[in-house]
């Protein structure tokens, strides 16, 4: 890079981080998984944040206070969740994963119910999942500002459907998000920020598995848990965004996913995502996500599978940048 264009890339670095914007960082170097993981006493998630290796896990939500799919903001500092005992209308729970210190963005629009999360990849806005309370004609994919929980903006409509937000591009052009409509009909789909250009980039019919694909860092590939077969479990797989390229990523050993739900042996795989230098997947794999689950990482070839955690109940992955140094 020449040093006029490292200059201009480092000033404005420095004043996203003075106003408090996350920096998005293609290439940033991986850093720890955050996850949610089933509290029976609770009945529901919290938050956990873990180093790949599976060395110093720990819980970063309250005792007594819920969590659920933890999303990083990409410096690597903070994270965003998508449902939280501490915003039970709607909105986001945003902790700092080294003090514990947090702040809720509420849902502002008494009209709405809007779980939010998904840090947008310059950490101004968060993806929200939202339901009209009284008219289901509001239904679809919002985003709000991660400041205040403000400035709601439509991206998609869905009256009487759910339209389930997955991930942004790493330009923050595009989202893709998983399609209900009134009938129970399923779909991934891709769409641009403004609501324009949507495009369903699976078959119909696909056994999606819920809740969640991820986009690589290097822009073209989206990586998804699905059903090969009636009877199976889930397993992972990788489409490139424009719907092409559809294949199975071929977890070893081959036992590892996928095997029929009448094996007591057999596990699906989960709630897929990416190292942040696009190298390696991470996912769950378990038979029932708030009982056996736990969290691995493999290569994108499906080579060198790893067990991260190990006590259960453990679901909805996320793999966080390094933090830049103070």
Same mark, same amino acid.
Do not use: E, Y
């Given at each position: 890079m020449r040093k006029i264009e490292l200059g201009l890339l480092l000033a404005t670095m420095a004043v996203a981080v003075a106003a408090g914007v996350a920096v998005a960082r293609p290439g940033a170097a991986n850093g720890q998984i955050a996850f949610a993981r089933f509290n029976p006493a609770l009945g529901d998630t919290q938050a956990y944040v873990v180093d790949p290796d599976g060395t110093h896990e720990r819980r970063v939500s309250g005792a007594s206070e819920t969590a659920e799919c933890p999303r990083w903001f990409s410096d690597g500092t903070r994270i965003a969740t998508c449902g939280s005992s501490g915003v039970p209308f709607g909105g986001s729970r945003i902790i700092d994963v080294d003090t514990g210190a947090f702040r809720d963005v509420g849902g502002l629009d008494g009209a709405v119910f809007n779980p939010c999360g998904m840090p947008s990849p310059d950490g101004s806005r968060l993806l929200c999942e939202t339901f009209g309370i009284d008219d289901p004609?509001? *239904?679809?994919?919002?985003?709000?500002?991660?400041?205040d929980g403000g400035d709601l903006q439509q991206v998609t409509s869905n009256p009487g459907g759910d339209d389930v937000p997955f991930d942004w591009s790493p330009d923050g052009k595009r989202i893709v998000f998983q399609r209900f409509d009134d009938g129970g009909n399923e779909g991934l789909f891709v769409v641009n920020i403004n609501g324009q250009g949507?495009?369903?980039?699976?078959?119909?019919?696909?056994?999606?598995?819920?809740?969640?694909?991820?986009?690589?860092?290097?822009? *073209?590939?989206?990586?998804?848990?699905?059903?090969?077969?009636?009877g199976s479990h889930s397993s992972i797989w990788i489409v490139h965004s424009d719907g092409s390229d559809l294949h199975r990523v071929a977890v070893q050993p081959e036992s590892a996913c996928g095997g029929q739900t009448t094996d007591p042996s057999a596990d699906g795989c989960f709630d897929p995502g990416w190292s942040p230098d696009g190298t390696?997947?991470?996912?769950?794999?378990?038979?029932?996500?708030?009982?056996d689950a736990n969290i691995y990482t493999v290569n994108?070839?499906?080579?060198?599978?790893?067990?991260?955690?190990?006590?259960?109940?453990?679901?909805?992955?996320?793999?966080?940048t390094?933090?830049?140094?103070?």
């Open positions: 004609g509001v *239904n679809g994919i919002h985003t709000v500002r991660s400041s949507v495009k369903r980039i699976l078959p119909p019919g696909s056994r999606i598995t819920c809740c969640a694909a991820g986009w690589s860092p290097q822009r *073209n590939d989206i990586v998804l848990s699905m059903r090969a077969a009636p390696k997947l991470v996912f769950a794999k378990g038979q029932n996500g708030d009982v994108v070839d499906g080579t060198g599978l790893t067990q991260v955690t190990t006590t259960g109940g453990s679901q909805s992955p996320d793999w966080g390094q933090p830049l140094a103070h």
